[in-house]
């Protein structure tokens, strides 16, 4: 599975501008919504839940929301790249301002698993992060999330 499977130029946010984790993920939710024709409530909703069960800010200014949904076809994703940290409450206690939310249909428990790999492979990918940190245009960031050669080096 590649990030390109999970996202298209249209799930990618440049330069999202929230203070907290809770505007972030209605943020993200908002987008996913569209992209998916879905329910933005119950988006953010899954998104909450899972993130009152521990933060899924995975280190090095990185998170990685995601949860299951009900009557979703396929895995998705949105990546956002904000305009400046904020407080994820991640493992290693710093800021985030990356951050990939996926979301799965119900019964995809291997092929979540899976993606949810692949993005955290691509996170702890240090050159990757600063390239994405370096550019405030979303089709670079899309260019970046997708190029198969720089991912696989993660």
């Not at 501008?17 to 909703?45: C, H, M, P, W, Y």
Request: aromatic share 4%.
């Amino acid at each position: 599975m590649e990030i390109d499977d999970l996202i298209t130029p249209a799930s990618v946010i440049a330069n999202m501008r929230v203070s907290n984790k809770r505007q972030a993920l209605q943020e993200l939710a908002r987008r996913a919504a569209t992209l998916i024709k879905g329910d933005e409530r119950q988006i953010f909703e899954v998104l909450w839940e899972r993130e009152r069960l521990g933060s899924t800010g995975i280190g090095m200014g990185t998170a990685v929301p995601h949860g299951k949904l009900p009557r979703l076809e396929r895995l998705c994703g949105v990546f956002a790249r904000l305009d400046k940290p904020i407080d994820f409450e991640a493992i290693d206690d710093q800021p985030v301002d990356l951050i990939f939310v996926l979301l799965a249909p119900e019964g995809a428990g291997a092929d979540h698993l899976k993606a949810l790999a692949r993005v955290s492979r691509l996170f702890r990918d240090r050159v990757v992060c600063d390239k994405l940190r370096g550019t405030d245009r979303a089709e670079a960031l899309y260019a970046l999330l997708t190029d198969h050669a720089t991912s696989h080096a993660a």
